[in-house]
Structures are given as C-alpha cells and as structure tokens.
C-alpha cells in the first residue's frame, strides 16, 4: 500500500528529528508522541528488548498507568503478544466489529475502539514493539495509517539503535577518560616505569573519595608531590591544600599550630587562632613525616580521626572540621610500633590506603625524563639555551644510584645547567656524589647497583689499586677496568 503524500513528508520530517536525538530515553517518548499524534491516538507504549534480555520491558507509556503498564491489565495484551509471535503489524479500526476480539476482557472493559501495534524490526530482528489505541467514536486510525506506522517503525528502530550506539560509546569514553585519567592525567607526576604507573593507577583510584593515604618512600621520593597531586585532581582542588611537616615544627609548638587555640590559653596567646587542621577545612590537611609526631599528639589526632571535630587549646567548645588526611612517611611505621614509638591503632587509622613510592634507582626508565623535566625548567630560570643531554651524560644519569632519590636528580640538573657551556649537558658537568660516602647496600637493589657500590668501595680501601680491588673481589683485572669506565668510578 502506498503512503499518502501528508505521510510521506511527515516521515521525512520525523526522520530528520528523531535521528538528531542522541539520548536513548528522549528519544522514544518522541518516538511515543509522533506516533499519537500522527494517529490520533489516545493512548500508547512502546516495549523493548535490552540487551542479552529474551523479554521486552515497557520504556514509556502515555494514558497508561505506570504501575500497570508492565502487566497489561489496560491493553490488549493477545494484541502485543500476537505482534511478538508472528512478528507482523495489526491494525484494526473498530474493534467492536471485529469478531476476533470477542472474547478480549481488555478491549471490552476499557472501550477500546482502534489497535494499532507495529514491530521494531533491525536486521531482521526483533528488538521491540510500538503499541496504540484509541477508545473515541471516531477513531483516527485509516487504511493509510499502517503503512504510515510500518514506516515509522523502520525509522525508529534505526534511531533507537543509533542511540544506544551513541550512548554505548559515551560510556565507553567515559570509562576511557577515567582510565586516561588514572594513569596519564597527572601531569605533575613525570614517570614512565611499570613501579610508576601502579602507582599512577593507585592515585586516580583514591581521587574521588575520602579515604586516609599514607604515602610511603625514602627521603626525596617526591611524596608531597603525590599528596598534592591527589588533592588538586580531585574534588576538593579548590579548597585549601594544608602542608604540615610534624618533624619541623617543634613539638612544643606542634599542638597550638595543628589545633589552634584561644586567647588566654597560654602566655603569649593574645588572641584566637585557628590550627592547621581547621584552616584545611573542606580541603586536604597533608601531614609529612607522620612517623615523628609525639605518642602525645598522635592521642589527639586519632581522636580527630574518629570524631572529626577539634578543640582548640583553651576552648570547651569542639569545632567539626570537613577535612582529607593525607599523611607520609620514610620510615617503617609497623616497625615504630612494635618498638612502641607509634600507636599500633593510630597506624590502622592512617594505614587504609597506602601508596608506595618505588625509589629512583628501581624506576631507571624515568630518568631520562624527569632529567629533561628538569632541564626545561633550570634552563629557563637561568636563561640559557641548554637543549639535551649528551649520551655520556645521560648514561652517567642512569647509572648512578640515586640515594637522594628525585630531590637529589633535581638538585645535580640544576647545577649541571649552571655549569655548562654548550647546548648539550656533558658528562663532567654532571657532579656526583660519591658512592662510597653516601650509597649503602639496602634491601631491593639489583645486583649491578650493588656490586657497582662494592667495587668503588673497594677501589678506595687499596687507594684505586685496580690490581688489588680484582684480587680481593676474586674478579679479573679486565672486568674491573671494564666496569670502572662503564659505571664512571673514579
């Protein structure tokens, strides 16, 4: 059956709407209304089927109850379920002389006047159903009206599938940006190695919650780069961010500045001051070398910790503080505690996340770049043209220890880019500290770093007597010039 040209250019517009809208729900109550509209009709749903489901669930519904749309107590439901069969349309114009809906209860109880009810056909399958009836004496429904709707259910079945592919793909996008996020999104961390990036992971797992860290690591690792880079990528990053190094502050002092107090509390208080805590609230209080605090202390911030309200010294009111804790430490706190300098209950506190910083000798991948890193922002401050690093240079980089981690890479950059005089950073510009003064042997190095600290220590004990350093290693003396020129050991 032809469609009538009224249909035909109702089509071309519902077409070009209702394959502009992109969100699945929106669309089919569009989808819903067109087709009431265009009808006639009164009443209306559509079913369909979710993806790995053998049933159809009902989406939208007009003039139907909502709590009983699913069970078709107001529809003809041997209507739908014929449709969902034989996967055909039916339309019917006067259902009261229409001897198959005789013994429909549903048709007779409720009126109904005109059915329509068309699949939703994609590649041959059926993914759901547009259902519509109408109960006035004139129905609106005619011999165009199911070619009009078989039309129209093409149309929307393409829609709906474009939809769902849409939003499938913003989900998708979502995830993908989250996972970007995790690993990459940081840009204050620079890192390359497989250590770095479980760490990277680590912190965009904590980003959106509250959660105590404790970032653990040697001295120069980087850890309040770590805090603040949690803080400033997550919710909180415009709230203050409160740094407090409990080893630098001293301990008599350490209550006032982290609990504030009020005036009078002391000789010298002259007014009220708010602490450290309270000034973080709404942001993130980041206390450094939590392994110092006092046992006095620590009483009081697991008291925080669990009522999350202060007193001020002085005070008899508490104050409730809305603050992260991030805290970090180079040392080995369940040690601490099983030599009863720090609360075994305090640490569970502190101790539900926990992000290991992997010293720079275990990330030698990221040499390179944090060395470049640096260079960018020396060669900048000092205002000189230094572009990279010769090979002997960066091989000398990579094959030093590292026992002041990236605080001391940092520091040999900077002084490399004030020494140098050509473009490139060349091996003696870089100065190192001595081995044998200041690389111990310690848990987790490779064999290489260790037999590179043994040999230098030898070296010194016969006073670079290369001779004698092979005879006591039990080594030739040819591995020993070998080494000494590919590790740089004087």
Same mark, same amino acid.
């Given at each position: 059956?032809?469609?009538s040209e ?6 071309l517009e519902i ?15 569009r989808i ?5 509209q265009?009808l006639?009709?009164e009443?209306?749903f559509i079913l369909?089927r979710e *993806?790995?489901?053998t049933?159809?669930i009902p989406?939208?519904?007009?003039n139907? *109850?909502?709590?009983?749309?699913s ?16 996967q055909?349309p039916?339309?019917?114009?006067d ?7 005789d013994?429909?209860e ?9 059915i329509?009810?068309?699949p939703?056909?994609l ?11 109408? $109960?006035?004496k ?13 039309a129209?259910?093409?149309q ?6 474009n939809?769902?592919?849409m ?6 996008n ?14 204050e ?8 990036e ?6 965009g ?5 509250t959660?105590?860290? %404790?970032?653990t690591?040697e ?9 603040r880079a949690?803080h ?16 630098a502050?001293? +301990?008599n002092?350490?209550e006032?500045?982290?609990?504030g107090?009020?005036?009078g509390?002391?000789t ?5 001051k708010?602490?450290l805590?309270?000034?973080?609230n709404?942001?993130?209080?980041f206390?450094?070398e939590i ?6 202390l620590?009483v009081?911030l697991l $008291? ?7 007193m $001020?010294?002085?005070d008899e ?6 603050v992260?804790?991030?805290t970090?430490?180079h040392?080995?706190?369940?040690? +601490?505690v ?9 640490f569970? $506190?502190?101790?539900v996340?926990e992000i290991h910083l992997p010293?720079l000798?275990e990330?030698?991948? *990221?040499i390179? %770049?944090?060395?470049?890193?640096f260079?960018?922002?020396y060669?900048k401050?000092?205002?000189k043209q230094v572009?990279?690093f010769?090979?002997?240079?960066l091989?000398? %980089? ?5 026992p002041?981690?990236?605080?001391e890479?940092?520091?040999?950059i900077e ?5 140098a ?6 091996? +003696? ?13 310690e848990p987790?190095?490779?064999?290489e ?11 010194n004990a016969?006073?670079g ?7 006591a ?9 070998y080494?000494?020129?590919e590790w740089?050991?004087?």
């Open positions: 059956m032809k469609i009224r249909y035909l250019t109702a089509l077409s070009q709407e209702i394959n502009s809208i992109q969100n699945p729900n929106t669309l089919l109550e819903l209304e067109i087709a009431l265009q006639s009709a009443r209306g369909l *993806d790995g489901d049933e159809l989406k939208v519904a007009r139907i *109850d909502p709590e009983q749309k069970d078709f107590s107001e529809i003809s439901s041997s209507v739908v379920e014929k449709v969902i069969k034989t055909q039916i339309l019917t114009y259902v009261q002389e229409d001897s198959s809906f013994a429909s549903s048709v007779l109880l409720h009126e109904i006047r005109s329509a009810c068309v939703l056909m590649k041959g399958q059926l993914i759901g159903v547009i259902y519509i009836d109408s $109960r006035g004139t129905a609106g429904f005619d011999k165009q009206s199911l070619a009009f709707l078989e129209f259910a093409n929307s079945a393409i829609a709906i599938e939809a769902r592919l939003e499938s793909l913003r989900s998708e979502e995830l993908l940006k989250g996972e970007f996020h995790r690993i990459y999104a940081f840009k961390i620079i890192a390359r190695s497989k250590s770095m479980q760490v990277l992971q680590l912190m797992k904590v980003l959106s919650n959660a105590v860290v %404790l970032i690591g001295t120069g690792t980087g850890k309040e780069l770590v805090a949690i400033y990528n997550g919710p909180r990053k415009d709230k203050p961010f409160v740094p407090v190094n409990c080893a502050i001293p +301990e002092l350490l006032s500045e982290l609990f107090y009020k005036k509390a002391f010298g208080a002259a007014t009220d708010k602490g805590i309270e000034l973080a709404g942001g993130t209080l206390l450094d392994g110092e605090l006092p046992l006095s620590q009081k $008291r925080f910790l669990q009522e999350r309200e202060i $001020r010294l002085g009111r508490p104050i409730k503080v809305d992260r804790i991030i970090a430490t040392r080995n706190l369940k040690q +601490e099983t030599e009863g300098r720090f609360r075994e209950d305090l569970y $506190r502190l101790n996340i010293p000798r990330r030698k991948k *990221d390179p %770049l944090l060395a470049q890193h260079l960018k922002k060669s401050q000092t205002d572009k990279g010769t090979p002997e240079a091989d000398k %980089l990579i094959n030093y220890a590292w002041g981690n990236v605080r890479l940092e520091n040999t002084r490399a880019v004030i020494l005089s050509h473009q490139f950073i060349e091996e +003696e510009d870089i100065v190192l500290s001595s081995v044998a003064d200041n690389s111990e042997i987790g190095m490779t064999l770093e260790v037999s590179r600290i043994l040999l230098q220590k030898t070296l016969f006073d007597n290369k001779t004698k350093a092979a005879e290693m039990g080594v030739s003396l040819r591995w020993v010039h080494k000494m020129k740089n050991l004087s």
